[in-house]
């Protein structure tokens, strides 16, 4: 997929996001310099048999949790920052599928 | 179909419903009518919430993959597959991904037919992944009910390897109650628990699979069945029109109504879900140490039962297979057992009577009145020839209906009559009081015998001893 | 308020001031500072002066970055998309924090959702320099940087997934504490890159930062990225015994000569940077200068915007409008989660979501995506071989100065990237990080960063604190440059 105008705006739609026409230019223009950069990454001798590094701490050991439930808050708090409620739900236009 | 090859694939999911809490949070895993009262702030996406791994989730899911003959990894991972929809608030489900990650990666499963033989589904992989919310469709708007956001699901996918509707069903039944005999999942379809995609293709040539369609949401085991047959018809006429080429991979939907599969309408790109690790759950290590603990807590399976019933007890294939079906059935059954009540008489109270008054009732054999115990207070009753077969019924039928306990009704007025004496008076009397057919039987009028015994049982109001009324009016008018 | 957290304790104990005079003098200064610089998205004109007891930080009033969860205060990450959120729950850290009996009395302005080195991206405007209006204090955490700098209190929270605490100090002649990434729950945090974001702390002194992350820390079971730090105590443990330690810089970075083309000011700045290595000579440490592949270094920038990038527009997909922030408009929830987030971001969010979303597509992940990822072990593994024989990285904060808002005096120069962006190590790594200020150019100060390994906090804290001791910059306030 190469990266142009029109692959900005389609990855924007995805993101639900709208673009102005200087947006998506500056995005192009940043884009370059990123990718310029990517190859200084690829050119890197041997990267490619590198783990990926996904977690910030190397051999973190972490406990799982028990399975103990907690209760739910209140249905007031749960709803107080949404701004269409039907009765105990969240609002949102008919999803069509 | 002779000449048609057909091959099945399934994704089965199942909701973990028997957790306390949820997957990746403490929100209480529970079903209930009043929206959003089971909610996290983690399972709203509330900003700044994490995802925190429920140990037990992951352990249900071990087990399935140890049953599976799956291969468990070193290390668990997970995965955000990330997407936009209003049942989902993080803007990203939490998953496992590709199979060498998964829980489960590979494996088989063995499944037994009614007739004794077998076949084996392959495992492509199984994993452990954070079910949505709910969506309610009103009129011109749709509500967001949290309460299931965040269960624990479990996706179980199988190569293409079914080649027909019964044996995708029989395969499904058999997972199901895996699920339930580990107490993973009450797997009701009812209660939404399960979900499959079907993924059916036809081919002329065995060694070539077809073009595979996928069905998806197809929510009970019928109507897995009903897709598979009226999708590999459709695709089969379509080829027997010269259309194959109108066979094309799609995902298409089941619909009730028409008995159909129908397509949906396409998006223009597959979504792409953009994986990539959870960066906030750490790589767990799972130590071999855990996964034997947990491979020895393993509980008895189906087959496993349903073989000691066959071998040990002398029940008939037929019967086991009913029996294990549900462990809940094959549990009271065992009950029974424990109990001391005769295996095969169990048995056949069990699939008769009992499961014939659950089906009819729609009932659970959960909330069935009868215990075992009260069952073998009956059956020892008759055993001891205190009352009779038909006795045993009526208490059962009066017990269930009245929701009394059975021993209360096996009182002095309705035990079955069984003494000599007092029968022996009764048959006297009565042989006095009709000597003109005394005479006529003599005569040779035998079928007179049935008319003496008759009017003893209606004397005793049917409760003397049919048997010992019957040698005892033979003895007597043979005096 | 120009005092530390132990004298401001002392003055409480001995009922020279109270409680609430302090938290009343906080409030009036805060609305000073938001007069001059726009520091804050709310100032807490109501809160009130707690009980004062053995506890250092009781009665002390403090900010909190505005991407930290607080129950019943207005919590917008400085975003439109959270303009009107007003949270529930309290992160773990603020309650940590306020379990010791100090007081917010502000929430602070922030580069929107920590994206942006600016302090320019905030939804409330741009955050100015309090040494100098016309520039700016860097970002994201600009808004407690500035306060701290301007003496609102002696610390306010803050946040870093790149450099958002360490250069904002420097460029506010303040100290900015990142500790060991883990150390100190993100339960409550707003997401921004998640396997780099840590949180941490601004002070004018590191014994304020040893004592409020004493505070902010501990294990959470809600964040299992947290770790047991409970034989851990930071201010306790403060010492200026670091006669003997290891410290190396990055030669490729430091080196004047290794550049063709240096800004007067830059080459200052290195200069003073030197100087400071002979204080730190004379305290018995040992500074090497070590060679690292020019390539890593060249690598760490980009690595640091893919991730970035990548991470922040997966985490920030819970901003629909839906269940929190306004509602947007429109016939469809497809429509208004458009217009709720186009309208809620700013255009340089918006920009980076559509370069993250890009690198995450399956065709391109392993050529960006993974490759940054790699990059980041190579340059993490690079430095921890280095931390086999030294106590820690020591090095000048970026260029030198903070830059001018109108960007008049901004050098774009390739060959100093990696001197401007090298902080970003810090976050690779999940190293401990301390930025403290070492000195002025043109009367605009300047900082030194320490980073050491993975839970060796105390070493880095004692360098630290042994250095500052020798220098004339502890517990300063900004004083307006004409």
């Given at each position: 997929?190469?990266?142009?105008?029109?692959?900005?705006?389609?990855?924007?739609?995805?993101?639900?996001?709208?673009?102005?026409?200087?947006?998506?230019?500056?995005?192009?223009?940043?884009?370059?310099?990123?990718?310029?950069?990517?190859?200084?990454?690829?050119?890197?001798?041997?990267?490619?048999?590198?783990?990926?590094?996904?977690?910030?701490?190397?051999?973190?050991?972490?406990?799982?949790?028990?399975?103990?439930?907690?209760?739910?808050?209140?249905?007031?708090?749960?709803?107080?920052?949404?701004?269409?409620?039907?009765?105990?739900?969240?609002e949102v236009p008919k999803v069509v599928e | 179909m002779n000449e048609y090859y057909l091959t099945i694939g399934l994704e089965m999911h199942c909701e973990g419903s028997l957790t306390n809490s949820k997957v990746f949070s403490s929100g209480k895993n529970e079903y209930s009518d009043l929206p959003n009262c089971n909610v996290s702030p983690v399972d709203m996406g509330f900003p700044g919430v994490l995802p925190v791994l429920?140990?037990?989730?992951?352990?249900?899911?071990?087990?399935?993959?140890?049953?599976?003959?799956?291969?468990?990894?070193?290390?668990?991972?997970?995965?955000?597959?990330?997407?936009?929809?209003?049942?989902l608030p993080k803007g990203y489900q939490i998953t496992?991904?590709?199979?060498?990650?998964?829980?489960?990666?590979?494996?088989?499963?063995?499944?037994?037919?009614?007739?004794?033989?077998?076949?084996?589904?392959?495992?492509?992989?199984?994993h452990l992944e954070e079910d949505a919310a709910q969506l309610t469709h009103l009129y011109d708007t749709s509500t967001i009910n949290y309460n299931r956001a965040g269960n624990p699901l479990y996706e179980l996918v199988t190569k293409p390897c079914l080649h027909s509707a019964d044996d995708a069903v029989r395969f499904l039944e058999h997972i199901r109650s895996i699920y339930q005999y580990c107490g993973i999942s009450e797997a009701d379809s009812k209660k939404g628990h399960l979900r499959c995609d079907v993924n059916v293709s036809v081919s002329k040539d065995p060694n070539k699979l077809g073009t595979k369609v996928e069905i998806k949401n197809v929510n009970s085991f019928s109507s897995v069945r009903e897709t598979i047959l009226a999708e590999s018809q459709r695709q089969i006429d379509l080829i027997n029109a010269g259309k194959e080429a109108e066979i094309i991979q799609e995902t298409r939907r089941w619909d009730e109504g028409t008995g159909t599969t129908i397509g949906m309408r396409d998006k223009v790109d597959a979504e792409d879900y953009k994986y990539f690790v959870e960066p906030n759950i750490p790589p767990y290590k799972l130590e071999a140490s855990w996964i034997e603990e947990i491979k020895a807590s393993i509980p008895k399976l189906p087959y496993e039962r349903k073989n000691s019933y066959i071998n040990d007890l002398g029940l008939s294939p037929y019967d086991a297979n009913i029996i294990i079906k549900e462990k809940a059935i094959s549990d009271y059954y065992d009950e029974c057992i424990k109990l001391g009540?005769?295996?095969?008489?169990?048995?056949?109270?069990?699939?008769?009577?009992?499961?014939?008054?659950?089906?009819?009732?729609?009932?659970?054999?959960?909330?069935?009145?009868?215990?075992?115990?009260?069952?073998?207070?009956?059956?020892?009753k008759q055993k001891e020839g205190v009352i009779s077969s038909k006795q045993a019924k009526d208490i059962f039928a009066e017990a269930l209906e009245k929701h009394i306990d059975p021993k209360e009704l096996i009182s002095s007025d309705n035990m079955?009559?069984?003494?000599?004496?007092?029968?022996?008076?009764?048959?006297?009397?009565?042989?006095?009081?009709?000597?003109?057919n005394v005479t006529a039987y003599k005569n040779g009028k035998t079928n007179l015998f049935q008319f003496f015994v008759g009017n003893v049982m209606k004397e005793t109001k049917g409760k003397a001893n049919p048997s010992l009324t019957a040698k005892i009016v033979e003895e007597e008018l043979n005096k | 308020m120009d005092k530390t957290i132990t004298e401001l304790h002392e003055e409480l104990k001995n009922n020279h001031v109270t409680s609430q005079a302090l938290v009343d003098e906080a409030i009036k200064k805060s609305h000073e500072v938001q007069e001059k610089c726009n520091a804050f998205v709310t100032i807490l004109d109501d809160a009130k002066g707690s009980d004062v007891t053995d506890d250092l930080l009781s009665g002390i009033p403090f900010g909190i970055k505005d991407n930290y969860s607080t129950k019943g205060i207005l919590s917008t990450g400085s975003s439109n998309t959270l303009k009107d959120y007003v949270p529930f729950f309290t992160a773990t850290a603020i309650e940590n924090l306020m379990s010791h009996g100090c007081i917010p009395v502000n929430k602070t302005c922030m580069d929107e959702f920590g994206m942006g080195g600016t302090g320019t991206t905030a939804h409330?405007?741009?955050?100015?320099?309090?040494?100098?209006?016309?520039?700016?204090?860097?970002?994201?955490?600009?808004?407690?940087?500035a306060a701290v700098a301007a003496g609102v209190y002696p610390f306010a929270t803050a946040s870093d997934s790149g450099d958002s605490i360490r250069k904002p100090a420097a460029y506010c002649g303040i100290v900015g504490y990142k500790p060991t990434y883990g150390m100190i729950s993100r339960y409550g945090l707003f997401a921004y890159v998640s396997s780099l974001d840590t949180c941490g702390v601004m002070t004018r002194s590191v014994t304020d930062a040893a004592i409020v992350v004493d505070a902010m820390k501990g294990i959470d079971p809600k964040d299992m990225t947290s770790w047991d730090s409970s034989d851990i105590h930071l201010y306790q443990d403060l010492t200026k015994e670091v006669s003997g330690k290891k410290l190396f810089y990055i030669k490729e970075i430091v080196d004047k000569n290794h550049y063709t083309n240096l800004p007067r000011e830059t080459e200052e700045h290195l200069d003073n940077f030197m100087k400071t290595i002979d204080i730190v000579r004379s305290l018995g440490i040992e500074v090497d200068e070590v060679s690292i592949d020019?390539?890593?270094?060249?690598?760490?920038?980009?690595?640091?915007?893919?991730?970035?990038?990548?991470?922040?527009?997966?985490?920030?997909?819970?901003?629909?409008?839906?269940?929190?922030?306004?509602?947007?408009?429109?016939?469809?929830?497809?429509?208004?989660?458009?217009?709720?987030?186009?309208?809620?971001?700013?255009?340089?969010?918006?920009?980076?979501?559509?370069?993250?979303?890009?690198?995450?597509?399956?065709?391109?992940?392993?050529?960006?995506?993974?490759?940054?990822?790699?990059?980041?072990?190579?340059?993490?593994?690079?430095?921890?071989?280095?931390?086999?024989?030294?106590?820690?990285?020591?090095?000048?904060?970026g260029t030198g100065v903070a830059p001018k808002l109108d960007n008049t005096d901004r050098v774009t120069d390739d060959e100093l990237t990696p001197l401007e962006e090298h902080l970003q190590i810090g976050n690779f790594g999940g190293f401990p990080s301390i930025t403290i200020p070492n000195g002025f150019i043109n009367n605009l100060p300047v900082g030194i960063n320490i980073t050491g390994n993975c839970y060796d906090d105390q070493n880095v804290l004692n360098i630290a604190y042994a250095l500052e001791s020798k220098m004339n910059y502890k517990n300063q306030i900004a004083k307006e440059v004409k």
């Open positions: 997929m190469e990266f142009n105008e029109s692959t900005i705006d389609k990855l924007a739609d995805l993101l639900m996001i709208g673009l102005t026409p200087e947006e998506n230019k500056m995005i192009l223009d940043e884009f370059a310099i990123i990718d310029k950069n990517i190859d200084k990454i690829n050119n890197i001798k041997g990267i490619e048999n590198i783990k990926p590094m996904t977690h910030c701490l190397d051999d973190f050991k972490c406990e799982l949790r028990e399975d103990i439930a907690e209760n739910s808050p209140s249905i007031d708090d749960l709803l107080a920052n949404c701004k269409k409620v039907d009765g105990r739900e969240v | 429920n140990k037990q989730a992951l352990k249900h899911a071990i087990i399935m993959s140890l049953i599976l003959h799956a291969r468990i990894p070193e290390y668990m991972y997970f995965e955000r597959k990330n997407y936009y929809y209003p049942d496992q991904n590709p199979p060498e990650e998964c829980v489960g990666n590979g494996g088989y499963i063995d499944i037994e037919r009614e007739d004794g033989s077998t076949f084996r589904v392959e495992i492509d992989n199984f009540i005769e295996a095969k008489s169990a048995a056949n109270w069990l699939t008769v009577n009992i499961l014939g008054y659950l089906n009819k009732e729609f009932q659970k054999i959960e909330d069935f009145f009868i215990t075992p115990t009260m069952l073998k207070t009956i059956l020892d079955q009559l069984n003494d000599e004496e007092t029968i022996r008076t009764i048959v006297k009397d009565i042989l006095a009081n009709n000597e003109a | 409330t405007g741009v955050q100015k320099n309090p040494w100098d209006p016309t520039r700016m204090t860097a970002g994201s955490s600009s808004g407690s940087a020019q390539d890593i270094l060249n690598a760490i920038a980009s690595t640091y915007v893919v991730l970035g990038c990548a991470e922040a527009t997966s985490n920030m997909s819970n901003l629909t409008g839906f269940s929190f922030g306004p509602r947007g408009e429109g016939n469809s929830f497809q429509e208004i989660m458009k217009d709720h987030r186009t309208k809620g971001f700013s255009s340089l969010i918006k920009r980076r979501f559509v370069i993250g979303s890009y690198v995450l597509q399956t065709v391109n992940q392993e050529r960006y995506f993974k490759n940054a990822q790699r990059a980041r072990r190579l340059i993490v593994d690079t430095i921890k071989e280095q931390f086999k024989k030294y106590d820690g990285l020591i090095m000048p904060v």
